[in-house]
Structures are given as structure tokens and as C-alpha cells.
């Protein structure tokens, strides 16, 4: 048991983007940089694609509680801002590349557990969403492990 590849693991479950990049620090032979990232990305996606109903659901009670609590007060209710740079990024993304964009793209930028949420948000409906999460952290894993192990 390898304890470099078991932190690759770990550190792919929330940023998979910089993750490779430790495994030629670590020695690490490339099938195994990329499995260990992979699977910890694999993971990650799976466990915050199929709870994504959970958190935002909180969410939204969340904001219904707050609400509640300043109406109750007689207080003015806070406004938050809905139209923030990144949530216009997000949504210039969706329109612009799709499905297939937003798949590929968001957990590999983003994080994987904010990706994977993003996605399930706009398109749980489509029941390959996530083969093309997953077809997207296997490309990603292919291009940044292959680029760490050119340099």
C-alpha cells in the first residue's frame, strides 16, 4: 500500500485538477498517478452527484429559516445577490456548451464536489449525465497526468 497514492486519492476527491502533479512528486509510476486520481475523482463525483437534491434542498430550507426569522423580527429582510460573476460564468457555460460542456468541464475547473452539484442541478433529468462526468474525469485524469509526466 502505497501511502502517496492513497493521498492522491484524497486530494482528487475535492480538486482534481492539481492532484496529478503530486504523483511524479511522490515517484509514482504514471497508470498509477492516474488511477489513484481518478478513482478519488470517481468517488467524490458519485457521492455529491446523487446527494445533490439533499444539499440543495437544505439550501433552500436554509434561506426559507432565515427568512422566516427576520420576518418574525419585523426586521428588513437582507437581499442577497443572485446575479454574482460566478453564477453568470456558470450560466454562460451552460448555454454555450451544453450538457457535454458543463460535464466535462465544471467539476474539472471548479472542484468536483461543486461541479458534480452544478450538474446534477441543470440536467439530473438526462440519465447520462453522469457517464459523462465520469468520461470527463477520465479525459481530464488522461491530459493533466500526461502533461505532469511529459514536464
Known amino acids: 500500500m502505497n501511502w ?56 433552500i430550507e436554509k434561506n426559507i429559516k432565515i427568512r422566516q426569522y427576520f420576518l418574525d423580527k419585523g426586521l428588513p429582510i437582507p437581499v442577497k445577490k443572485r446575479f454574482t460573476r460566478m453564477n453568470k460564468g456558470v450560466i454562460r457555460m451552460k448555454r454555450s456548451i451544453g450538457i457535454i460542456g458543463i460535464a466535462f468541464w465544471a467539476p474539472f475547473f ?6 458534480s452539484i452544478i450538474t446534477a442541478k441543470f440536467y439530473r433529468h438526462n440519465k447520462n449525465t453522469f457517464l459523462l462526468i465520469m468520461a470527463g474525469i477520465f479525459l481530464n485524469g488522461l491530459i493533466t497526468t500526461g502533461i505532469t509526466y511529459l514536464f
Open 4 to 59: 502517496a497514492a492513497i493521498s492522491l486519492f484524497g486530494v482528487s476527491t475535492v480538486k482534481f485538477l492539481f492532484a496529478p502533479f503530486g504523483g511524479k512528486i511522490a515517484e509514482l509510476t504514471f497508470i498509477e498517478t492516474y488511477v489513484s486520481c481518478c478513482s478519488g475523482a470517481i468517488l467524490s463525483a458519485a457521492i455529491f452527484y446523487f446527494a445533490a437534491n439533499y444539499f440543495i434542498k437544505k439550501s
Open 110 to 115: 471548479l472542484s468536483i464536489p461543486l461541479g
